[in-house]
């Protein structure tokens, strides 16, 4: 049974499956103040603690900034160490290695932390800055005992290989690439980057596994989600019909585990060698729900039916 996982090979160890906060303040996706407040979110992470999840993914954009602070915030009242990663957006405007320190710096005040565990940057383009000078400047951050250990997000096989070997060259592993990728978007399989990462030695934090809440099978033509996934084809009436196969085996293995869909979809994830989830929680049922996808396995008949029936989701 898997009970931690560590993100690369040397980098700090966190529990099986992380909470991403995207939506801790953000009101323009996911509708943060309209539907559900910070009560709601604090009451996700104190329930995500207790059941054993110490381990929250965030990012300086998230609610421009707010998704940091409530965070932080939520650190300071629990006694069990947390472990935070957060994300740099290289955005074209910071052409400058200082501007990279001191987006560490207002990270690290946002958080009100001393170390960030993890530090992600967070698309894989540089604009005038360049991958290396960005790196030499994370490595900076390293030595600096800022950042404990430093990743990619969106990275192509080709770019996470570049990014590690640059790191290297400052002596610092590449620790994770966070990308998309759950049971119904299984490109990163296709395209080589799950085989790459292993290779070497980096851990694969896999966003949105929940499909942004389709594979919980809560939604339905008549009950569609709130907010900007009503634009998603993937919530249409036909994208809901092409998911049906999904859901029904889905449905059959969560029968047989007394588990929900949603908890045997992470739990497939959990299970992947090299890959942590960390599916959103916007309040303390779904983080409860998210936290029951540990401490067991599926079998290798119903891991062998949920393969063949997304094999299509790997296009
Ligand atoms: N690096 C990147 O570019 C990038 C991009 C996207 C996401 N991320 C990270 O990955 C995290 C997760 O991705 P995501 O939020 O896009 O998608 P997700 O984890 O697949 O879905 C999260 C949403 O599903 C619903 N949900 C979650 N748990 C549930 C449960 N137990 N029962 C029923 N519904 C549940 C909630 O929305 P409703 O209640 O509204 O249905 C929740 O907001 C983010 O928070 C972020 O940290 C990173």
Known sequence: MITSRQLGQHGPVVSPIGIGTWAWGDRLFWGYGDRYGAAEVEAAFQSAVGAGI????TAEVYGMGESERLLGQFCREV???VQIATKFGPVPWRF???SVLDAVRASLDRLQVETIDLYQVHWPFSFLLGQDALFEALAESVQKGWIRAVGVSNYSADQMQKAHDSLARFGVPLAVNQVRYSLVTRQIEKQGLL??????GVTILAYSPLAQGLLTGKYTPDSPPQGARRFDARFS????AKLAPVLN?????????DKTLGQVALNWLINREGVIPIPGAKNQKQARENAGAMGWSLTPQEWDALDRVTRPWME
């Open 96 to 98: 400058t290695q200082s």
């Open 79 to 81: 006694s069990v160490p």
């Open 237 to 240: 009436a036909q994208g809901l």
């Open 195 to 200: 085989e790459r990462s292993r290779r070497l």
């Open 54 to 57: 110490t381990f929250f993914d």
């Open 249 to 257: 085996v889905l449905g059959q293995c969560a029968e047989a585990h």
